[in-house]
């Protein structure tokens, strides 16, 4: 039961060319950027990213696009102020780009995990994004529909775990990391902090051990010093 690995770049060894991974984050917040710089090492190609935001050179994520590792990124925000590789590689006919609003984004991951064959949303309807997509009429009003979404693997980003990969996430940091946590083959969770087992309360778990398959500790001292962390 023990799911605590020694580094990132072992949580990540086996990852292999073409896979597909979540990663959680939200801007800053609740981003695995040390599994993510350990992927990058890696020099893997074909990956297919789903992530929130494109990415920057500080998270990782804009350097994995920029070094040619990704085909295909699944996004809400393509760019970020600064961040020039999704555009570049975009244009320049190197990165297969699918853009959803973020509420689909994050309700086709849900499904995913929730093992439901899609859902129905007035979201899109009517525009560039609903192309090549089933429209239904529900109450007189267009629907489109979407499909699941899960990957191979997905990184999530947690304050602490125990042994076991019992997650508890720390305010903002939470964000997509608990939905993709139950959409994706492999998980694996970089923490602040690992815990013995029955450190955590039951009421402060929010991601079950039974979705986790690995867990690696990046201490933070900052972290360390903080108050526990509030539900």
């Not at 109450?139 to 191979?152: N, Q, T």
Request: net charge neutral.
């Amino acid at each position: 039961m023990d799911r605590v690995v020694a580094t990132c770049d072992e949580a990540v060894a086996d990852i292999p060319n073409g896979a597909s991974i979540m990663i959680g984050g939200f801007g800053p917040p609740g981003i695995p950027v040390n599994l993510v710089k350990a992927l990058r090492r890696r020099k893997l190609r074909d990956l297919v990213l789903i992530y929130c935001g494109g990415g920057t050179e500080e998270d990782g994520i804009g350097g994995l696009i920029a070094d040619g590792a990704v085909r295909k990124l699944i996004t809400s925000f393509p760019t970020h102020p600064g961040a020039t590789a999704v555009r570049e590689k975009y244009l320049a006919g190197e990165l297969e780009l699918e853009v959803l609003p973020q509420g689909t984004f994050v309700e086709r991951i849900r499904a995913g995990g929730a093992g439901l064959g899609g859902f129905y949303t007035p979201t899109g309807v009517g525009t560039e994004l609903a192309e090549g997509k089933e429209v239904r009429i529900i109450d007189g009003r267009p629907y489109v529909f979407e499909l699941p979404l899960r990957a191979d693997y997905a990184f999530i980003k947690a304050y602490r775990a125990d042994r076991w990969g019992n997650l508890v996430y720390r305010r903002t940091m939470r964000n997509f990391n608990p939905i993709m946590a139950t959409a994706a083959n492999i998980v694996i969770a970089e923490v602040d902090e690992v815990v013995p087992v029955g450190a955590l309360s039951p009421e402060e778990i929010e991601t079950p051990c039974i979705f986790v398959d690995r867990v690696v500790e990046v201490p933070r001292d900052w972290i360390r010093r903080a108050a526990p962390a509030p539900r």
